[in-house]
């Protein structure tokens, strides 16, 4: 079995900056990954530390279950990655956990009915070096879910829904965060996170990743330990959305449709025209009077996928 690519979308919640999610495909495994938005200036090269970890993960990850790697290895040797190529490339040492790049995850990974031979791949060339990966025919039906924050994943089944992750539950704790502030500060809900008012706010709870249960993709391989898990059985034909949050805000945030309505326009009028509602529906309300949100848009990016 293999999961077949029917279509992708990634959107950049502002032309002008750096698009801070990623995602990448094979043809066992789909993932997502949303970097979260920096509260201060870059420690790393490039415009955006967030979108450095965003594409670093989504690369390694891929890598390694390209290598042959099983999700939870993966993920550990990525997260090991992430570590050792962060120390070697920031600027000065963290201060604060709210510097630490971090991206929220979805991982979904096709099982196998036996793993073939670990073949580790080069960090700089970022592809496998020699072996052979499992055959077809070796993949079974299962497939595993690994996930941090607010990524998630839409499943149709025989003519049913599953979401998995918590997409749903933290948008709305973020829209109702950021009406309060809105209200306090006597200002637009919508005009940015790095304001004196509400950056504060942020980084205080920033502060609070990598600990109890608050662990997201970044340059700390404890990380693996914590990361939420959930597996199911798909049968051949079955259909999977993978979507940042900012995709899903279409759900979460505007209420236009249910996942399973999302599920189904995403099959029949396809993800671009769904970026496109959605942007709209953000131009018609830029301050966020009529949707409380931090920011006007936020990246989207969506990847949909069949069991074949």
Not at 25 to 49: F, I, K, N
Not at 217 to 239: C, E, T
Not at 257 to 274: F, N, P, R, W
Request: net charge neutral.
């Amino acid at each position: 079995m293999s999961l077949i690519l029917l279509d992708q979308l990634s959107l950049p919640g502002d032309a002008a900056k750096p698009n801070e999610d990623a995602f990448a495909h094979l043809d066992h495994a789909a993932l997502v990954l949303d970097g979260a938005t920096p509260l201060g200036p870059s420690l790393l090269p490039g415009a955006s530390d967030a979108a450095w970890i965003a594409q670093f993960g989504a690369r390694r990850l891929a890598a390694h279950l390209k290598d042959g790697d099983a999700p939870q290895e993966a993920l550990k040797h990525a997260l090991a990655d992430a570590e050792k190529s962060f120390a070697g490339l920031t600027r000065e040492p963290i201060r604060e956990k709210w510097q630490t790049p971090c991206a929220s995850m979805m991982l979904a990974s096709l099982g196998r009915a036996s793993s073939p031979p670990r073949v580790r791949s080069t960090l700089a060339g970022e592809m496998p070096v020699a072996g052979s990966r499992a055959s077809e025919g070796q993949r079974g039906q299962e497939i595993e879910f690994l996930w941090f924050g607010d990524c998630a994943a839409i499943i149709e089944r025989d003519g049913k829904i599953e979401t998995v992750g918590e997409t749903l539950e933290k948008r709305q704790a973020e829209a109702a965060r950021a009406r309060m502030v809105a209200q306090m500060a006597n200002m637009s809900a919508a005009s940015g996170v790095n304001r004196p008012q509400i950056e504060p706010l942020l980084r205080a709870a920033r502060n609070r990743i990598n600990s109890g249960r608050n662990w997201l993709f970044s340059p700390d391989v404890r990380a693996a330990g914590h990361v939420s898990r959930h597996h199911l059985s798909l049968q051949k034909d079955a259909l999977l959305l993978i979507a940042s949050d900012g995709f899903l805000a279409l759900v979460s945030d505007y209420g236009v449709y249910d996942m399973q309505g999302l599920m189904a326009a995403a099959s029949t009028k396809g993800l671009g025209a769904l970026g496109a509602e959605l942007r709209a529906i953000e131009d018609q309300d830029p301050l966020g009077e009529k949707f409380p949100r931090f920011k006007k848009s936020d990246d989207a990016t969506a990847v949909l996928l069949r069991v074949g």
